[in-house]
């Protein structure tokens, strides 16, 4: 069974730093692509960041280029967002998913992450 959990969030301040991780089950990180995606309050979920290891190859939104940085550690199967300098408009809920299993709709909990101003 595929599962991907997102954890870490929590409350900064602006210019705060948080490392978010998923921990992933049910396929490694060689086969598939993992992203982050982002839903604040009053908005759709969108994509912030994607991995793919066995492509070696990584997207990161353009508002978020300089601040946050996505990695994986494929010996245990997790995915990081290290997010810094962290904006008010950061503030979100933030899931782990795969592309396909967002395109059909499949979601775990995410993880809220709050900066306060």
């Known amino acids: 069974e595929v599962q991907l959990q997102a954890s870490g969030g929590g409350l900064v301040p602006v210019g705060g730093s948080l490392r978010l991780s998923c921990a992933v089950s049910g396929f490694t990180l060689d086969d598939y692509a993992v992203c982050w995606f982002q839903q604040a309050p009053g908005k759709e979920r969108e994509a912030v960041s994607c991995?793919?290891?066995?492509?070696?190859?990584?997207y990161l939104k353009n508002s978020v280029k300089d601040r946050f940085t996505i990695s994986t550690d494929n010996a245990n199967n997790a995915v990081y967002l290290q997010m810094n300098s962290l904006k008010p408009e950061d503030t979100a809920v933030y899931y782990c998913?795969?592309?396909?299993?967002?395109?059909?709709?499949?979601w775990g909990k995410g993880t809220q992450v709050t900066v306060s101003s």
């Open positions: 998913n795969t592309p396909v299993g967002s395109s059909k709709g499949w």
């Open positions: 991995i793919s290891s066995g492509e070696n190859r990584s």
